[in-house]
């Protein structure tokens, strides 16, 4: 059975479908069907719910706040407990809050919560990795960035036979080494810091960030204490941008989507290119 109950909206690029619903101080989910992950859980689409691993970015309540929901929809109807990855100094209040919902509801919250510092590696399968990267924000927060993995075969061993190859395999010889590409990157909330001291984020083909203020009146020394990003913010970086797909997001409620298409498009004329899009 499907319910429609959150607005969710869809794109796709490069193979992969990112799909969710974003605004400041409201609520804030997405998922990257192809790569079965979620990040943030500020609002539980009822779709969403059969994707099994999530990142929670930070915790405060329009990206953590459905928590619960997720993992009781998922014992409800009988789905394997969810593997869910947040900041760590988040882990055991998060893990209260689910206890006391379980008191209130009288159902069992069954999850394994998984705590992240800044640099750890979470291997997704045998294809990809999750990178966690401590942020800029008023909380302990985390952007994340997902690498396919790829094995390609060593130099020295390019001009050998197949039978070769085989036979050095089975030997135990490393005959491949890996590289990593960066595929899709989420920042979560942050102030312009944490994108310049992560570098990584301007290479990934995906980016999902934050543009959360637009209007020129808003002063940026506030809105970067606050730990957000204004329009300006992108401008002044536009250089630094070499992903093939960049969505603003968590757009403030201060605007409405019209104003916020306008301010954004009289600062950045060419839209970074055609890259940027806002996600409203």
Known sequence: ????????????????????????????????????????????????????????????????????????????????????????????????????????????????????????????????VVKSMNV???IDALGFIVYQRRHKLKPEYLDLPGEKIRDLKMAGTEITTEQRVPVFAYTGDTSPKGLDNNPEFYESKILISELTFAAPEHRRSKIHKHGHMHVDDYRERADNFKNELIIGSHASTRYTDVQIRRFVKKALPGMLDDRLKLWI
């Open 1 to 128: 059975m499907m319910v429609d109950n959150i607005p969710i909206l869809s794109h796709v690029h490069d193979g992969l479908t990112i799909e969710g619903y974003s605004r400041a101080a409201v609520q804030t989910c997405w998922r990257v069907n192809e790569l079965k992950l979620l990040f943030d859980v500020g609002v539980q689409p009822w779709d969403f719910m059969g994707t099994p691993t999530m990142f929670i970015s930070h915790a405060h309540l329009d990206h953590i706040a459905a928590l619960p929901a997720y993992v009781s929809r998922r014992r409800m109807m009988k789905m394997d407990p969810p593997v869910i990855y947040l900041p760590d100094s988040a882990v055991d209040m998060a893990w209260k809050m689910l206890q006391t919902f379980r008191s209130l509801d009288r159902g069992a919250m069954p999850c394994e919560l998984v705590g992240l510092l800044d640099g750890d590696e979470t291997k997704i399968g045998r294809e990809y």
């Open 136 to 138: 800029h924000h008023t």
